[in-house]
């Protein structure tokens, strides 16, 4: 059982690197704007107000955040609504730096910042986090989209890890 120190510097760094299993083909498109809608909103959602952003039925969106929950995405707050576990906000980082890596790449092929989200945003879900890694590296790690900063994952650190001499 690691110390509280050491505890403590794990939850400082949580971050997608923190979780380096996960394929980024494990959610669905409709599950994947319900992560990001929470994220956005930040803190503690209420289930309504997902309901009516993302226009989803009360019962259909009960339903999904239960599922997110039971594959350890959310959290129930009681009377409250739902928040995002360490899992939730590591594996959302992910999300929104698939969604700016890919649309920045679709900018340089002629789309309109708006229509590179927009395209994007249909098929964002089916992108591999291996196949987004290896684009950001070749795309030289950019620091922003065209619609927000990006985060980088395993892509840079394992990068700058291999360059440094040890
Ligand atoms: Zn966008
Ligand atoms: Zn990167």
Do not use: W
Request: charged share 25%.
């Amino acid at each position: 059982m690691a110390n509280n120190k050491y505890r403590f510097f794990i939850f400082l760094y949580m971050n997608e690197q923190s979780y380096p299993e996960f394929t980024g083909l494990e959610l669905s498109p409709r599950k994947v704007d319900y992560l990001k809608f929470i994220l956005e909103k930040g803190g503690t959602v209420r289930t309504t107000e997902i309901s009516s952003g993302l226009q989803v039925d009360p019962s259909t969106t009960s339903k999904t955040l239960n599922e997110l929950a039971n594959a350890g995405y959310l959290n129930h707050v009681p009377y409250r609504g739902v928040d995002l576990t360490e899992l939730g906000k590591a594996y959302t980082q992910f999300l929104i730096r698939r969604h700016r890596i890919l649309s920045l790449l679709l900018t340089h092929y002629g789309l309109s910042s708006e229509e590179a989200c927009d395209e994007v945003s249909r098929f964002e879900a089916f992108v591999s986090r291996d196949a987004v890694d290896k684009i950001c590296s070749s795309m030289g790690h950019p620091m922003f989209g065209v619609c927000g900063e990006i985060s980088h994952g395993k892509c840079l650190h394992e990068e700058t890890h291999h360059r440094l001499p040890e």
